[in-house]
C-alpha cells in the first residue's frame, strides 16, 4: 500500500529489499558517527516515511512515530558530505515502473550541471536525470506527480516572490532513467534533457503538482494565490 504524506513527503510499502539494504546504502552514503543509523524494519503498518530535509532524503519506520526513538536512516546523503551525495529537494513521487523507486527535485553542483529532477531506484542509486529549461538563472525543481496512464508532470517554481509569474509545468515522456547528454557524459555537461514540453511557462510561484483519476494536472500557484487545473485534450 503506497500512499502520500505530505508535499515533501512519501510513505512507501516497505520492499524487502529496501529493508535489508537500509543501513548499508545510508553508510556508502557518506553517514557519519555523528548521526546515528538505524535500518528501517517493517512493523505492523508496513510502512516506510520519506522526507527529505537539509538536501538529504530520510526514511522513517511509520510505527515508530510518536513512540520515543525514531527508527530512521538516510537513504540519500547530501552532496557535501559525501563524494557520491545527491542534493535532494521539493516533492518526492513514486515511480510507477519501479516498485520502490522515486522521482524528486535534484540540483547537485549547479549550476553545473543544471538542476532537474533525480529518478532513484528502490536503494537509493540515481539512475536517471531529467534536466528542462528555465527562466530564471537558479531554477527550483519542485513538484512533481504521475497519472494515472504513467505521464510525469513536474512544476519549476520560477521567481519566488510577487510581480514576475515564469514558474513553469513541465510533461515528461519516457524513458525516465537516463541522463541528458551524450552516454557517459552526466555529470560533466550542460546538456538539457529532450523528452519534455512545457505546458505553462507563466506560473506565479509554481509549487505542488497532483493528478486526478481523470488525468486532470493540478499546480498550486504559491505568488498568484490560485490552482491551475490543467486537462487533457
Do not use: H, M
Request: hydrophobic share 35%; charged share 15%.
Amino acid at each position: 500500500r503506497r500512499r502520500f504524506a505530505s508535499a515533501v513527503a512519501l510513505t512507501l510499502a516497505v520492499a524487502s529489499a529496501i529493508a535489508s539494504n537500509g543501513t548499508a546504502g545510508a553508510q556508502d552514503a557518506g553517514t557519519t558517527a555523528a548521526e546515528p543509523v538505524v535500518a528501517p524494519a517493517a512493523g505492523p503498518s508496513n510502512e516506510l516515511l520519506y522526507v527529505n530535509e537539509g538536501n538529504r532524503l530520510r526514511r522513517i519506520d511509520v510505527d515508530s512515530i510518536g513512540r520515543g526513538s525514531l527508527v530512521q536512516d538516510i537513504l540519500v546523503q547530501r552532496a557535501s558530505q559525501s563524494p557520491t551525495g545527491r542534493d535532494i529537494n521539493g516533492e518526492i513521487c513514486e515511480r510507477p515502473d519501479s516498485p520502490g523507486g522515486f522521482v524528486a527535485g535534484e540540483d547537485t553542483g549547479q549550476p553545473t550541471p543544471p538542476p532537474g529532477w533525480g529518478v532513484f531506484d528502490a536503494d537509493g542509486t540515481q539512475v536517471g536525470k531529467l534536466t528542462a529549461t528555465y527562466n530564471v538563472p537558479q531554477a527550483e525543481p519542485f513538484g512533481c506527480e504521475f497519472a494515472p496512464d504513467g505521464t510525469l508532470f513536474t512544476s519549476e517554481v520560477g521567481f519566488q516572490g510577487f510581480g514576475t509569474a515564469n514558474g513553469q509545468l513541465i510533461q515528461w515522456f519516457p524513458p525516465y532513467d537516463q541522463f541528458p547528454g551524450p552516454a557517459g557524459a552526466y555529470p560533466d555537461t550542460n546538456e538539457r534533457s529532450t523528452n519534455f514540453c512545457k505546458l505553462a511557462v507563466d506560473l506565479g510561484t509554481a509549487g505542488a503538482v497532483l493528478a486526478d483519476p481523470q488525468g486532470r494536472i493540478y499546480v498550486a500557484q504559491a505568488s498568484g494565490l490560485s490552482i491551475e487545473r490543467f486537462s487533457p485534450p
